[in-house]
């Protein structure tokens, strides 16, 4: 099986395309969702967390609107599929993640699949990853209710952040920001729902 084109309109780069088609999503899924891997919805992968849908992670990686040169930061690398998609599209990605079990699985799945333009953090997402900053783009897969300081000043300018803000068992809204002359341009997508950025591991 393959997604088919005409089911999501709302991806049009070609090189994003590419990628949904390419990357093998039954490999991130869990023994009891082996059989979803073409199921365009968000799948549990444990500890509270999910894989989000495919249609969802393309369309918000496409907002980042990647060119293959940049250094790219991942807020929550949950299953690694996410991180995945920008891995084949960016020069580097740097990913953090709160939750050391699924990390750890997410970097045996990559290695597998022979990614080696990934660095992965064990961390507190709210604090991003300054080490390696500033960023061209910041992929953020979880809910904040509102946009982290620190992830703003990691920002590149001329860089763009796409990332859902608002309540956790709310609707939030999934924001593409892009820094110009040191202000932010703050462009409202779409609504969704995603797991809230959280401090500490459950």
């Known amino acids: 099986m393959a997604w088919r084109r005409e089911y999501m309109p709302e991806?049009?780069?070609?090189?994003?395309?590419?990628?949904?088609n390419s990357i093998p999503r039954r490999r991130f899924l869990g023994e009891a969702y082996q059989d979803d891997e073409f199921l365009d919805a968000p799948l549990p992968i444990g500890?509270?967390?999910?894989?989000?849908?495919p249609s969802l992670?393309?369309?918000?990686?496409?907002?980042?609107?990647?060119?293959?040169h940049?250094?790219?930061?991942?807020?929550?690398?949950?299953?690694?599929?996410?991180?995945?998609?920008l891995a084949?599209?960016?020069?580097?990605?740097?990913t953090v993640e709160v939750i050391k079990p699924l990390q750890e699985r997410a970097?045996?799945?990559?290695?597998?699949?022979?990614?080696?333009n990934i660095h992965y953090k064990i961390g507190n997402g709210f604090d991003g990853w300054e080490e390696h900053a500033p960023y061209d783009a910041i992929m953020v897969t979880c809910a904040p209710e509102r946009v982290p300081k620190a992830?703003?000043?990691?920002?590149?300018?001329?860089?763009?952040?796409?990332?859902?803000?608002?309540?956790?068992h709310s609707v939030q809204m999934l924001y593409r920001i892009?820094?110009?002359?040191?202000?932010?341009?703050?462009?409202?997508?779409?609504?969704?729902?995603?797991?809230?950025?959280?401090e500490k591991q459950p």
């Open 107 to 116: 970097k045996e799945i990559l290695k597998s699949l022979g990614y080696t």
């Open 70 to 85: 940049e250094k790219v930061l991942e807020i929550g690398t949950g299953s690694g599929y996410q991180t995945a998609f």
């Open 11 to 20: 991806i049009t780069d070609d090189r994003v395309w590419d990628a949904l």
């Open 57 to 68: 992670v393309a369309y918000m990686t496409q907002l980042l609107m990647l060119e293959g």
């Open 151 to 168: 992830l703003i000043d990691q920002l590149a300018e001329g860089g763009r952040m796409v990332i859902p803000v608002g309540p956790e």
């Open 88 to 94: 084949r599209l960016a020069k580097e990605v740097y």
């Open 178 to 198: 892009t820094k110009v002359d040191g202000r932010l341009n703050k462009e409202p997508i779409c609504h969704v729902r995603f797991v809230p950025m959280i």
């Open 47 to 53: 500890f509270g967390q999910t894989i989000s849908q």
